[in-house]
């Protein structure tokens, strides 16, 4: 004998229903039995509708309407015309049966447990119905069997217990005198006084069981919407996937713990009669799914990672708990006199404090109670009011493989710890089964993700960018992260998904992650306006692990906006210099944040693009290296102009050309300026540790003073010819002692400075050509030749690398 179990979602619509008549066709050949769930949604609106007339509200007559025509459309959509009126005169007649009790409830308004029990039953009952008469039609020897006949429970409405004894009696009894195929309501079953009672929402499972365990089948298939039991709820892991096999202790712990995919106690008759539970997916019919049986399996630390929303945390505590023995027994004691199921425990070896976890609905009841229980002690100031928090959830990895291995919390706080997630308390379970920890409901897919990454992707690491900036730079970095996608993924194990790109006009997000090269022109045609506050709050509401913000703008509002996003521990990537060259108040700040958070902030790109400057001069301080002076050539525009000013050329016509190959900013006047260069030797000297501020720095602004201010591109041009003889001059006193103008940082005995100066033909600097950055760092180790780091120092290629460079450093900090 096998049990077949159809849920809700698989019997949602006719043709679904139709799909799950074929399923079910090789069985019938050999003994099996099919319960069904209610069609999906039904339950849910079977307690609306009579919340609605509870509430007084008259609408609760449409919604019954609209429930029924959806049972009477699915009678007329499978089975065939002739047979039709009989079978929607007894769907009919059910539903005036349920118009009747939905009256009384909303004349009396009043709807006991009991009535609502009654109320949910009209789910199953219609359901298997229909399919049982759609199966007749079809030339099926198949029969309705109303579970109520024959499961029989306490009267605990909404839970009710089942008395296994006459149940099982009751079962094979009917079994021996029907040979049809049964089909049977799940969820629903009648106390001994014959009132209709349910088992629970989504009981069905347990349903299906219970024929299982009385009938001792050989299996038992649980049939849903997904291929089997997964590593964790694939609604909120996209990542989850098939665990094969697992043992009925796991099943049942993760189902405790929130994982929707099977009823807790559907594996209790199951493991008493050692029938496997399979769990198969109605919409991939082929897949073999999970088997949930005695043995647990291969070596795997943990099988999956579940999560359970609502729930609120009751701290008592106070001096009156300190070793009072029976304290918890009240306590206990008293939560369940109000029927308040605990969900986890944890308390402090200090025994100062008690933390319990409940559903949030009892939260207040339970609060009410503990203090009624403890009034003397609270007056007496021996113990505390009781602390409730809310808006929680609890996360739990569950495993048989995690006992007797050290190391399955540490991994599981520290996932947690790298992405900012506070946990609010930890339980383990005695069987060493389980660990769980209370984190805050907005917390929870992050936490699950970043779990199920730790655990079961532990060397494949996926970071979620969001890019702001489509410039030259940030292009360059999409096309990059396509090209080495694939590469990434197989050699470092790195997944980049792009979840948001922005400019200053449009935003677009995609959690998924946008399809990267067409990215842009997608943000351009269908992004929303764009402004930094509601791109934070999106991107703060989507709550990714390994969130990393990607500023590849100049701009410096978008700096302004660091703090608050390191402080959500977002880390952050950019070649922006705003940040670093502000206040030394506002980079001390962002350094701090950033430790205290746990965040990564990386801008290697700030000084020579995509050469490794920052990072090196970071690694000889780490090392216990001194600064002794820094000396570079910091601009690659700056060089590129310098090195091409040569004999016989105008300096007006070598700064047009630089402009016209696109190696200056659009107002050229920028590079001449100088500002930008102190901006970068600035940020190296706060690197060395100097508390400097742009003002301390003597800046040489190249740019004569008539050629400043307010004037159009050919006025400065036409404005600095004027001073071509100056910088000729400039140039021929160099040219004459064999020296070269170069355009110097300078960091040394704390002071910096930047300006035009001559090398001679010995120095470093002298043949320094194209665009190319130089920097010289004499330290106390690098002392009689300075370490020298030379190349492409400017261009968005180069940058682009630099910022992508960072982008996987952090990515494997994270690992
Ligand atoms: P049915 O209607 O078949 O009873 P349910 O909705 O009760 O289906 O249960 C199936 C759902 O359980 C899935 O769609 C999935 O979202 C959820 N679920 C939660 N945790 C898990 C898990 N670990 N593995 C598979 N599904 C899970
Ligand atoms: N129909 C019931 C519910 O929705 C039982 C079930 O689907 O298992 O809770
Ligand atoms: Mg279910």
Not at 17 to 39: C, H, N, R
Not at 88 to 99: D, G
Not at 415 to 426: D, F, M, Q, S, T
Not at 590 to 609: H, P, Q
Request: hydrophobic letters at 40%; proline letters at 2%.
């Amino acid at each position: 004998m096998k049990i077949l179990k159809f849920g809700g979602s698989s019997v949602a619509t006719p043709a679904r229903i139709q799909s799950v008549i074929e399923i079910t066709k090789p069985y019938l050949g050999s003994d099996v039995a099919i319960v069904f769930s209610a069609f999906g949604g039904v339950t849910d609106q079977l307690i609306q509708i009579s919340t609605l007339a509870l509430e007084g509200n008259l609408e609760y007559k449409q919604k019954l309407e609209q429930l029924q025509k959806r049972h009477l459309d699915a009678v007329r959509e499978l089975i065939g015309v002739q047979k039709q009126s009989g079978i929607l005169a007894q769907v009919k007649i059910k539903i005036n049966e349920l118009e009747d009790v939905l009256h009384g409830v909303y004349l009396v308004k009043e709807r006991t447990a009991r009535t609502l029990d009654y109320i949910m039953s009209f789910g199953e009952r219609l359901s298997a119905y229909i399919i049982a008469e759609v199966m007749k039609d079809q030339g099926i020897a198949a029969e309705y069997l109303d579970a109520r006949t024959v499961i029989r429970t306490d009267n605990q409405y909404g839970y009710a217990k089942v008395d296994f004894e006459t149940t099982n009696k009751q079962i094979i009894d009917h079994f021996k005198h029907h040979q049809d195929v049964q089909i049977i309501t799940g969820f629903i079953a009648t106390s001994e006084s014959g009132e209709t009672t349910t088992l629970g929402r989504s009981g069905s499972d347990y349903t299906a069981a219970i024929f299982a365990g009385a009938l001792h089948a050989s299996d038992l298939e649980i049939w849903t919407d997904v291929d089997g039991m997964m590593t964790a709820d694939p609604r909120l892991v996209k990542k989850a996937f098939t665990v094969p096999q697992m043992s009925y202790e796991e099943a049942m712990e993760l189902s405790h713990f929130g994982a929707k995919v099977i009823f807790p106690a559907t594996m209790q008759p199951a493991m008493i009669n050692h029938i496997p539970i399979w769990i198969k997916n109605t919409f991939n019919p082929g897949f073999v799914g999970t088997v949930i049986h005695a043995e647990s399996s291969n070596g795997k630390l943990i099988k999956g990672i579940s999560s359970m929303n609502n729930v609120s945390l009751l701290n008592v505590q106070g001096s009156g708990l300190l070793g009072v023995v029976g304290v918890s027994m009240r306590l206990f004691a008293t939560l369940a006199r109000e029927k308040v199921s605990v969900i986890l425990i944890s308390q402090a070896s200090s025994e100062h404090s008690i933390c319990i976890a409940i559903e949030s609905q009892y939260a207040r009841v339970a609060k009410t109670a503990i203090e009624k229980e403890f009034v003397n002690e609270i007056r007496n100031e021996e113990i505390d009011e009781v602390q409730v928090e809310g808006e929680l959830s609890i996360v739990a990895v569950v495993g048989d493989g995690m006992k007797h291995s050290p190391g399955t919390s540490g991994r599981m706080f520290a996932a947690l710890g790298k992405n900012g997630i506070n946990v609010a308390a930890i339980a383990q379970g005695s069987s060493e089964r389980n660990i769980s920890a209370v984190v805050k409901q907005a917390d929870v897919a992050k936490a699950l993700n970043a779990l199920h990454e730790a655990f079961f992707l532990s060397d494949r690491k996926v970071l979620n960018l969001f890019l702001v900036g489509t410039g030259l730079i940030g292009t360059a970095l999409i096309n990059m992260i396509e090209e080495q996608f694939a590469k990434l993924a197989s050699e470092n194990l790195l997944e980049v998904n792009v979840v948001a790109v922005a400019n200053s006009k449009k935003m677009l997000f995609d959690e998924n992650g946008l399809s990267l090269k067409k990215s842009i022109n997608d943000m351009k045609e269908k992004g929303e306006a764009m402004n930094m506050y509601s791109f934070m709050a999106k991107m703060f509401s989507l709550n990714l692990p390994n969130s990393i913000f990607v500023d590849c703008t100049s701009s410096q509002e978008v700096t302004d906006f660091y703090e608050a996003i390191l402080t959500a521990n977002i880390s952050i990537v950019t070649p922006n210099k705003k940040a670093n060259s502000g206040s030394h108040e506002k980079y001390r700040l962002l350094r701090s944040t950033a430790f205290k958070r746990g965040a990564k902030f990386f801008y290697e790109t700030n000084v020579g693009a995509g050469l490794p400057v920052i990072n090196t001069l970071n690694d000889l301080l780490l090392s216990g290296d001194k600064v002794i002076s820094i000396e570079g050539v910091l601009s690659g525009t700056l060089n590129y102009i310098f090195s091409t000013f040569t004999e016989g050329k105008k300096f007006s016509e070598v700064v047009k050309e630089a402009k016209a190959k696109g190696y200056t900013e659009p107002d050229p006047r920028d590079d001449l300026s100088g500002l930008d260069v102190a901006r970068k030797i600035l940020i190296l000297s706060r690197e060395a540790g100097l508390s400097l501020e742009l003002a301390d720095i003597h800046i040489q602004n190249l740019v004569p003073a008539d050629c400043q201010g307010d004037m159009s591109g050919d006025q400065f041009f036409s404005a600095l010819q004027k001073h071509d003889a100056e910088f000729e001059k400039l140039r021929a006193q160099a040219a004459a002692k064999k020296e070269k103008l170069r355009y110097k940082a300078v960091l040394c005995d704390g002071k910096v400075k930047v300006e035009l100066g001559s090398v001679t033909e010995q120095h470093p600097f002298y043949s320094l050509s194209g665009s190319d950055n130089i920097i010289l760092l004499t330290t106390e180790r690098y002392q009689e030749r300075p370490m020298v780091i030379r190349g492409p120092g400017a261009g968005a290629a180069v940058t682009a690398a630099g910022v992508f460079a960072d982008i996987i450093r952090i990515g494997h900090y994270t690992k």
